[in-house]
């Protein structure tokens, strides 16, 4: 009989669950749950992306490409940067389209951590920086963001926690769960603190085209940081295009060529039928981008309207799709909020300390639903907050 407990890698059993799946399964369980607790579009993918899809298919074209990916989309995205954070990238060199923005995360920390180096990452922030970087062997150093500086990272935050062995910034903007952005004088800040180190930076961009308060700036734009820079985006978010698994990097060629080794043997190449569709994404869709972004506008700031009559004092978010109010005036915890909300009124949102231990006392609640799936879950929540006040939650 094998004992599995001697087999298991110790730092995967040491790995929780995501907190996120959690709330999701949750609601898959229970009849008539109303889920605000997933970051995926409630839009159909362009039609202008499908129909590509359909025509690849069609064709048959669906071999393996390049392992960095189709070089006309690695030159479509090499436009994109260029266009949108004013960055030149090497689309030869200096771009790997990966299978979505996680892998490009995988393979960031990968290729640059090793047992022993620290890792700054800021939180409240997605759940996946701190496992892969266990995994790796090197030591998660948490920034706390706090909300009255709108969940930004300062530049004294940032000093604080640097050490000589700081290896890379982990550098989620805007971010999940809070909705924060940084501005240019914000990432001009960071740069100062950075400028005279070897610490790298992950700048995870996969909200960059949901920014509402003017345009979103990358950090990659700053003088003297691009060359330590690797920028993570993908389709998922901005195209709404969750199930084609695509992202895609850009960075120095000297990281980026030795990320793509890496990415040969665990990955091979990206989906061939989703690439052929992204170039169409790329080249034509900006128009349903900002159809989406209005869209999801409005919403926001029904949102976080809707939440602080109701009490629960809301950061009015800049970017994303999520809103992170604070619910400390229950006397609840995330977790307890979260799971009695669900039980009792069948609405699914997800505590903040899903992403780190400072979301205490927050939950996230995702806004890519309708206006009519907002307003009835809203209206639940309320109810909600009236039973606990009447003392009718136990």
Known sequence: ?????????????????????KFFDIAQQLEGVISLGVGEPDFKTPWLIRQEAISTLEKGKTCYTANAGLIALREEIAKYFQRTIHTSYDPNKGIIVTVGGSEAIDLTIRCLIQPGDEVLIVEPSFVCYRPIVSLCGGVPVVIETKEENEFRLTADELREKITDKTKLLVLPYPNNPTGAIMRREDLEAIAKVLKDTNIMIASDEIYSELTYSGKH??????????????????????????????????????????????????????????????????????????????????????????????????????????????????????????????????????????????????????????????????????????????????
């Open 1 to 21: 009989m094998i004992d599995y407990n001697k087999v298991l890698c110790p730092a995967i059993k040491e790995m929780k669950p995501s907190g996120i799946r």
């Open 217 to 394: 700036c990358s950090i990659a734009e700053i003088e003297g940081m691009r060359e330590r820079t690797i920028v993570i985006n993908g389709f998922s978010k901005s195209f709404a295009m969750t199930g084609w698994r695509l992202g895609f990097l850009g960075g120095p060629k000297e990281i980026v060529s030795q990320m793509l080794k890496l990415h040969q043997y665990a990955i091979m190449s990206s989906p061939t039928v989703s690439q052929y569709a992204a170039i169409v994404a790329m080249h034509s869709c900006q128009k349903d981008i900002d159809a989406m972004r209005n869209e999801y506008n409005i919403r926001r700031r029904f949102v976080v309207d809707s939440f602080n009559k109701l009490g629960l004092k809301c950061f009015a978010p800049q970017g994303a799709f999520y809103v992170f109010p604070c619910i400390k005036s229950t006397g609840m915890t995330s977790t307890d909020f979260c799971e009695k909300l669900v039980y009792t009124k069948k609405v699914a949102v997800v505590p903040g300390d899903a992403f780190g231990e400072c979301g205490e006392g927050y939950v996230r609640v995702s806004y890519a639903y309708s206006l009519n799936h907002l307003r009835e879950a809203i209206k639940r929540i309320g109810e909600f907050l009236e039973d606990i006040k009447n003392g009718n939650v136990q």
